[in-house]
């Protein structure tokens, strides 16, 4: 997992706008009861700007696996899930993109419960709309529900949560937030399979003794993501060689 950094001089305008975001919030809901997902349909000059801001802000990667995503295999991720938060659907700090296969099969409408029945709500509408807390990350995430969220990973550090272990193909876990994010993510066979897979992959590269083994995997990053795991295998490898180990 990686630590990204959302990029405040290009947030999409419409989203920028807190007297736009109130409109937006005063006709939330489509026909079938659902918060219309401005999300996806939000352009500036013909340009899916969330979507695009969301995909630059990770280097098109999925902000939790690191899987190289794009514009049509991402979804746009509700942190706090707009089922429960829908006056947050609209907040970009509360988006992340994510891949298909995290979003919805392993993390899906997760409520850390200190927060379960609690009314949160960007502050353009608290003039109208009732609720326990305006939208405050520092607040919410470091205050009230410090223990059982998982890793937010463009607020929190993640080497104090997690620490891969390229040798055993898995995460050391360091923090409560921790264990939530490495059970809802990593600690799944079909990943741990993937990573020895990578690591493999990597082995023979270093083994190879080419002369071009860092441009390789970087081409490897390019096309599949998964920055983390990739350059993690290539540093333990390479010490396993200069140990005489490979």
């Known amino acids: 997992m990686k630590k990204y950094e959302r990029k405040l001089d290009n947030i999409p305008i419409k989203l920028k706008s807190e007297e736009n975001k109130r409109k937006f919030y ?25 979507r695009e801001y969301l995909l630059d802000m990770t280097n098109r990667s999925c902000a939790y696996c690191g899987k190289r995503i794009s514009d049509s295999t991402m979804d746009v991720e509700h942190f706090l899930p707009k089922c429960e938060f829908p006056y947050l659907a609209y907040c970009i700090d509360n988006l992340l993109p994510s891949c298909k296969v995290c979003n919805q099969n392993y993390k899906g409408d997760f409520i850390p419960i200190e927060i379960k029945s609690k009314k949160i709500i960007e502050g353009c509408v608290m003039n109208l709309q009732e609720y326990d807390y305006i939208y405050n990350k520092e607040q919410v995430l470091n ?8 890793i937010e990973p463009t607020f929190d550090i993640i080497s104090e949560n997690l620490e891969f272990d390229p040798e055993f193909f898995l995460y050391t876990t360091k923090s409560n937030i921790g264990k939530e994010t490495n059970k809802m993510f990593f600690d799944k066979s079909e990943f ?7 690591s493999n992959v990597v082995k023979y590269i270093v083994k190879g003794n080419g002369s071009n083994d860092e441009e390789i ?18 540093e333990y490898w390479n010490k ?7």
């Open 143 to 150: 205050e009230l529900c410090s223990q059982t969220r998982i």
């Open 26 to 50: 005063l006709d939330l809901y489509n026909n079938n009861k659902e918060v219309k997902p401005r999300w996806n349909t939000l352009r500036e000059s013909g340009i899916k700007v969330v």
């Open 192 to 198: 741990i399979e993937l990573l020895e897979k990578m």
């Open 217 to 234: 995997i970087n081409a490897l990053i390019e096309l599949e993501g998964y920055e983390v795991y990739y350059r993690g295998f290539y």
């Open 240 to 246: 396993e060689k200069q140990n005489n180990r490979l």
